[in-house]
């Protein structure tokens, strides 16, 4: 039975990985979120890796579409809720018409009444999340300085592609805005469907930012290191040596004429 579908597209460094804690460890009467293609925090990358495979990352947990189409199938058998809830920040990188064109070819969703979530936030914050994020991650292990970074990736940072995209694939797409991000994981539920009795009291907050002084010395690691598993173990002992090793995103970070 084909269901509605509800697109979590991010994007990235907007509040996902607080959201899809929630979404892995809770149930809600209005959405089901599938299980199969979860990543390890409870995104859906292995969906989105498996049917988009210029995606795949060597920690990549992909399924043949096959696999995944059976698996999925078994885990809706007896589904009794009318509408899927699908997250990942990669939806919102111009993939979202594989991903769509494939659940309503396989009748798994409906492609009428499709509906997506975006978080804007702040351009220059989000901006620096980003830029640490993809210094922090061992298998992206970025090199280039903030300044370099900054002017080649301007283009992708944009918002309005993100819009464009998922409209084009036939979403209804309503914003939300990031700040106050205390009540962001609250808002996108109900904007979702969720209850007032579903919402959780404790939001659990991970991913946060490093220091300056630690984004600086592991990007010397990543200059440096090409081995994933040897930038995790100097990450983990400058983690140990710099303090503070963690504090919100610094837009300082780049240049001001930025």
Not at 132 to 147: H, I, L
């Amino acid at each position: 039975m084909p269901r509605r579908l509800i697109l979590h597209a991010g994007p990235h460094k907007t509040g996902t990985s607080a959201i899809q804690a929630v979404l892995r460890q809770q149930s809600f009467s209005e959405f089901y979120y599938p299980r199969i293609g979860q990543w390890a925090d409870g995104a859906h990358h292995n969906l989105m890796f498996s049917l988009v495979p210029e995606l795949r990352r060597p920690d990549a947990e992909a399924l043949e579409p096959e696999q995944l189409l059976e698996q999925l199938q078994q885990e809706l058998a007896e589904l009794q809720h009318d509408t899927l809830l699908i997250s990942s920040e990669f939806l919102s990188t111009g993939c979202a018409a594989q991903v769509v064109n494939w659940l309503v070819r396989h009748g798994i969703a409906d492609a009428q009444g499709l509906r997506a979530l975006l978080v804007e936030r702040e351009l220059h914050s989000r901006a620096a999340s980003l830029y640490n994020q993809a210094v922090k991650d061992p298998y992206v292990g970025e090199t280039r300085s903030p300044r370099q970074w900054l002017k080649e990736e301007e283009a992708n940072l944009r918002f309005e592609p993100m819009v464009e995209d998922l409209e084009a694939v036939g979403a209804e797409v309503e914003v939300l805005a990031y700040a106050p991000a205390e009540s962001l994981v609250q808002r996108l539920l109900k904007a979702a469907g969720a209850s007032d009795g579903e919402l959780p009291d404790q939001i659990p907050w991970t991913n946060t930012s490093m220091s300056k002084a630690v984004l600086m010395a592991l990007l010397e690691v990543n200059r440096t290191v090409r081995d994933p598993q040897e930038r995790i173990d100097r990450r983990n002992e400058i983690f140990k040596t710099i303090r503070p090793a963690f504090t919100p995103s610094e837009p300082t970070l780049f240049e001001p004429q930025a």
